[in-house]
Nanobody, 125 residues
Framework: QVQLVESGGGSVQAGGSLRLSCEAS????????MAWFRQAPGKEREAVAVIDCRESSRYTAAVKGRFYISKASASNWLYLQMNALKPEDAAIYYC???????????????????WGQGTQVTVSS
């Protein structure tokens, strides 16, 4: 079992920045993928970014160039640096983990076995 705990959410004005953190009790395995998803009220959960054990990362088009996913392998931390935030970025952000390297289908939340409880991000215009 892998426990994930997010932190770092809050309220920020449009154009501002936030850094989300996710502490994992352990990485899911020797191979793994870690991702950030988000869900706004009335909308489906959507993938934001993913990074795998090889440090390969991908981003959804809406955040590319503004958000950066990273991890500290030695300490089991996952991060999401969010810059130039927009009101449409407001959502609950979830950390997710998979014991496999997910590439083409990384936006499918069903491929991630472990989830955190989420952290709220609010962006005011």
């Amino acid at each position: 079992q892998v426990q994930l705990v997010e932190s770092g959410g809050g309220s920020v004005q449009a154009g501002g920045s936030l850094r989300l953190s996710c502490e994992a009790s352990r990485w899911p395995g020797r191979t793994y993928s870690m991702a950030w998803f988000r869900q706004a009220p009335g909308k489906e959960r959507e993938a934001v970014a993913v990074i795998d054990c090889r440090e390969s990362s991908r981003y959804t088009a809406a955040v590319k160039g503004r958000f950066y996913i990273s991890k500290a392998s030695a300490s089991n931390w996952l991060y999401l640096q969010m810059n130039a935030l927009k009101p449409e970025d407001a959502a609950i952000y979830y950390c997710a983990a998979s014991p496999t390297i997910i590439s083409g289908a990384w936006t499918d939340s069903r491929l991630f076995a472990y989830w955190g409880q989420g952290t709220q991000v609010t962006v005011s215009s």
